[in-house]
Nanobody, 115 residues
Framework: QVQLVESGGGLVQPGGSLRLSCAAA????????MGWYRQAPGKQRELVAF???????HYVDSLEGRFTISRDNAKNTVNLQMVDLKPEDTAVYYC?????????WGQGTQVTVSS
């Protein structure tokens, strides 16, 4: 299975930006569709964006174009650029394959949007 390490979260004011990164270990990374998920307090984990092995991007409609997912197969990384952040974006963000068995998740990175 692919090992995942997320980073780049933090505390940001509403309207601010963050760039999340996910480093993956494993020789098959380029063959996977990869996604960013988030889990807000008291809520289920949800997929917010994913990028296919052929670099096609998909987003949930509610993001209204504020997030951009990208990948670098040479570096085994997948990134999430987030702009115009809102308090409702507060969550722990995880990357993982799409789909995945749910058996393995990285530690995630906390994003807190608050004034």
């Amino acid at each position: 299975q692919v090992q995942l390490v997320e980073s780049g979260g933090g505390l940001v004011q509403p309207g601010g930006s963050l760039r999340l990164s996910c480093a993956a270990a494993g020789s098959l990374f380029s063959t996977y569709d990869m996604g960013w998920y988030r889990q807000a307090p008291g809520k289920q984990r949800e997929l917010v964006a994913f990028i296919t092995s052929s670099n096609i991007q998909h987003y949930v409609d509610s993001l209204e174009g504020r997030f951009t997912i990208s990948r670098d197969n040479a570096k085994n990384t997948v990134n999430l650029q987030m702009v115009d952040l809102k308090p409702e974006d507060t969550a722990v963000y995880y990357c993982n394959k799409v789909p995945n068995s749910g058996d393995y998740w990285g530690q995630g990175t906390q994003v807190t949007v608050s004034s």
